[in-house]
């Protein structure tokens, strides 16, 4: 008789909920074992190197940002020792090459997303930003001058960065934006940025950032890095957004540019239009797309544990319930499909053979399906889901923003090539 995949999978949740012990027989039965928590066996999937690198990413996560994430969620604070602390660990621009990063594997990369986001997505942001948008744009599109003088301590997150594109006026639009560079009127070989930037990752904390503004003489975007140790009071500044919703872990800001000088050489050469800024955001999507899994893993391993000790009804654990484990099923499969995609577009990127509409694919698909699944997970814990102690609330405010910025999901749905 058919039986739809999900109800067997639902019915692993049933036994395993009714009797541990009976799970591990019945899984034992056929050759190969089912785990929940790696549903279709991905790690077949994983090189030696890269499941080392997950290994030192996850214990990281675990051991030194997991105690730290409830009062850093409370207090809106971000602490900048943490990418001091991924630096030395290799974690930050793991998939660049040369300038003191690892050379690993984009899938590598996307493992140790994935690590931080099982914690937070807004630690996630924080590391995006400074390893795929600012140091990626750099590895890509700067001279080797840049590169020389700011990826090293990029890497060991000793010089903190962000990326300014999105502004008050322009969001899911960047190609309108009013940001302008002209060349100085009287101090030859600098350029003058003005205008504004908004929702800005790291901009308040940031040695170094990236901002997109159009050329005033040919109106095309390009890329110009801002350090702000060279810039004259009054020219940058750059106020922290606060009290968020979510990413309450991670510091947001804007950017507001009034006449401030950069150096010509500090203007990426080669690249104009959006192909700069789209070309660093579609690396950090393909971050987001495993990280926002490893924030729904967090959500399946919390709501079953719940699950599993919560008992209402004749003393019965209400993951004996097929409804609450249709929730798990549901997540887990999307969970294990989503990683497997990812995967899959790592190893495409890695060949070169990869194409944006992809990378919208497993952007959007990711963060819409770890959204909807960490809702329904929260409904597991019942009023307790508003503590924030249980942290899933944490977990779906944060989900919100993911299927938000890099290209909101509806944004996303636009596939020219179908
Ligand atoms: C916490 C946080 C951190 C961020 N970090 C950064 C950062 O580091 N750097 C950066 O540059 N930006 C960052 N952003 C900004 C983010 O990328 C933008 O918020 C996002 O791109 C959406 O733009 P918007 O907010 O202006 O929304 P809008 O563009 O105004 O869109 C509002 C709604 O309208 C819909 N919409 C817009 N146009 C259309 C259309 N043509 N058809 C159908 N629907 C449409 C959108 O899908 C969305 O639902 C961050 C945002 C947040 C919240």
Known sequence: MFRPAISRVSRQFAVFARHPQAFRSYASASKSSFSWEDPLASKNLLTEEELAISDTA?????EQLLPRVLQAYRDEHYDPAILLEMGELGLLGANLHGYGCAGASTVASGLITRAVERVDSGYRSGMSVQSSLVMGGIYEFGTNELKEKYLPDMAKGKLLGAFGLTEPNHGSDPGSMESTARPHPTKKGYLLLSGSKTWITNSPIADVLLVWA???ETGKIKGFLIDRKDCPPGTLETPAIKNKTGLRASITGMIHMDDCPVPEENMFPDVEGLTGPFTC???AR????FGTM???EDCITRAREYALGRKQFKNNPIAKYQLVQKKLADAATDAA???LASIQVGRLKD???VTPEMISMVKRQNCDRALV???ALQEIFGGNAVSDEYGIGRHVANLFVTQTYEGQSDIHSELKSL
């Open 294 to 296: 490893g924030a729904l």
């Open 373 to 375: 699944n960490a809702r």
């Open 351 to 353: 060949e070169g053979k």
């Open 286 to 289: 393909y971050g987001i797309s």
């Open 214 to 216: 159009k050329l005033q």
């Open 281 to 283: 955001l579609n690396s």
């Open 58 to 62: 996850e214990r990281y996560c675990q």
């Open 337 to 339: 499909y989503g990683v």
